[in-house]
């Protein structure tokens, strides 16, 4: 089968089984209702402007993969802020507990492997 993984993301559950997340207009609201949500998450995501909000999971590690486009990610442990400057096919791994959020140099596309559950969000 065949999809496009901006349209639908793939929660890995960890023992080889895949479940398919289309991505509605609110997925993101209702992604904590979502059993599917309480594993690892696959997906591509546009970046076409600066995050409004900072991002946080606070139990796993999240690997960001730049497919094209130029962005600035920040990372914030609550000690330091750093800027980790991504051109494609750069690969990220952000750590459990650190505060992220991108500025965008140039336009593109994200792909994220996240462990979903208690992801929290903050304003900038």
């Not at 349209?7 to 479940?19: H, R, S």
């Amino acid at each position: 089968m065949s999809f496009d993984l901006e349209a639908t993301y793939l929660a890995l559950d960890g023992k080889g089984g895949v479940v398919e997340m289309p991505v509605t207009a609110d997925f993101w609201e209702r992604i904590e209702s979502s059993p599917a949500a309480a594993h690892s998450m696959m997906g591509v995501f546009p970046v076409r402007t600066d995050w409004s909000h900072w991002e946080m999971h606070p139990d796993g590690d999240e690997v960001l993969v730049l497919i094209d486009g130029r962005l600035d990610m920040l990372l914030d442990d609550g000690r330091e802020q750093r800027t980790i400057a991504m051109q494609a096919g750069a690969t990220l791994i952000v750590p459990a507990g650190v505060w992220h959020r991108a500025l965008v140099r140039a336009p593109g596309r994200l792909l994220g492997f996240t462990y979903g559950p208690g992801t929290r969000h903050r304003p900038v």
